[in-house]
């Protein structure tokens, strides 16, 4: 966990799952690969196994450890919804979020039909709560905007964008459903470019549509010198939060004690034994 993550449009990360495979053109410069291969081989380090998928069962309750409310990215180094991480887990990384419900969650993913089968059926009880926004990435027509279809008919209370990185004009597209759009531009070596009139009229389809926008960065080889600002301002739009009280500390590690007691008899099952390993 980060609790001061570098992303511009979260607070903290939470990682109970490492480690993915790539599966459509926005994962080509993947950042979460490249960090993690570059501790692959170091005892001891988190990455040791590099990128591989793991399951990371001591990071499941921390959530409800953390004290002041965190707009949390959900598995910024994975991908929750990945092949190979069981229904069980995801179900138990879903239980905790539910219950820590003082903080607002971001999870995006790739594998928008997985997350629209779950959500219709096992998830049932995290779809409709209002701190948990559920999101697909957006690249491009050809992966990207099927995604968006599998997220409208998920029965989420709160779908999110994350358009990035955008490689091609989008065309219109329909927002309907969706209540928060982040739109940016591939950064780092090999940063393949964006076009000015995409995020325009990104932009102005979520002006038509009432949906807040939030311009991340034009991004390319070194970000910091494009910046984040569009048409001569900044975008830093979000949906409404919903706050929460904070239980007692108490309370807290009472709620993470019996959570984990829960999860070890559904993690001695021999799959999740197996990847967890
Ligand atoms: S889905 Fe996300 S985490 Fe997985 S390889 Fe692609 S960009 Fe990386």
Redesign the pocket.
Known sequence: MSLNSHIEWTDATWNPVRG????SP??KH?Y??TFAERFRGVKGHPYEQGFDLRLVPEKLTEPLLWRSPKLVFVNSM??LFHEDVPDEYIEMVCRVMVTANWHTYQVLT?RSARLRDMLRGRLRFAAGREHIWWGVSVEDKKYGLPRIGDLQEAPARVRFLSIEPLLEDLGAFNLSGISWAIVGGESGAGARPMREEWVVSIRDQCRISRVPFFFKQWGGVRKKKHGRRLQGRTYDEYPERIMSPIPERAKCLAYAEKMLESFRQVLDGDSLVQITA
């Open positions: 993915c495979t790539k599966i926005g994962c993947c979460a690969e994975s991908d790739k």
